[in-house]
């Protein structure tokens, strides 16, 4: 009897160790699968709130490329998110939420950017794209109530000590008297 055991005690404590090594290796592999995963996806969630009171969720279209200038307003000039009336459902950060989505969806490449003023309590919201000729272009496409434009989209001036100032892509003017404390984009 002492013979058979001493026989099969190698045999058990390899069994063990491979057991062992395969649950850490199943583990490892999991957790690699939980990391690649979970961080190379194309969501960005932030912690900026629509009217709603949801988070702003960013998706990105790892193939989008930045647009030429006359192809980013090609894209704003058929997007219908500034015709959405900016109210107590839909506020700024919903569109440019929405206008990052629509522009990485049609390939473009694009950045929600979240602005705090001076003069305001509550910040602002609007979108930034890399054009390949332009470089850093901000654009706000709201579309505030007192105004009844055929085309929202602006371009935007933002820079921190300056105006928020707006010019109308298509013709369309609107007013901003606020000066840019900080700025922040996350494409």
């Known amino acids: 009897m002492r013979e058979y055991r001493e026989r099969y005690k190698f045999p058990k404590v390899f069994t063990v160790l491979v057991l062992c090594l395969t649950i850490l290796e199943l583990i490892l592999l999991i957790l690699q699968l939980y990391f690649t995963v979970s961080f190379s996806l194309p969501v960005h969630v932030l912690n900026i709130a629509g009217a709603d009171g949801s988070r702003i969720v960013l998706y990105n279209n790892m193939s989008a490329k930045d647009p030429s200038y006359e192809d980013l307003k090609t894209f704003l000039k058929a997007d219908i998110t500034d015709s959405i ?29 979240s602005v705090d003023f001076y003069e305001r309590e509550k910040g602002h919201a609007c979108n930034a794209f890399n054009t390949t000729d332009r470089g850093l272009v901000f654009v706000d496409c709201t579309a505030p109530a007192l105004y009844d434009l055929e085309n929202n989209d602006a371009v935007v001036t933002v820079k921190i000590g300056d105006i928020y100032k707006l010019e109308g892509l298509f013709g369309s003017h609107k007013f901003f008297d606020s000066t840019v404390k900080r700025y922040k984009i996350f494409w």
């Open 85 to 113: 009336p900016y109210n107590d459902s839909f506020v700024c950060s919903d569109c440019a939420e929405a206008v990052h989505n629509n522009a990485e969806k049609s390939g473009i490449r694009a950045a929600f950017v």
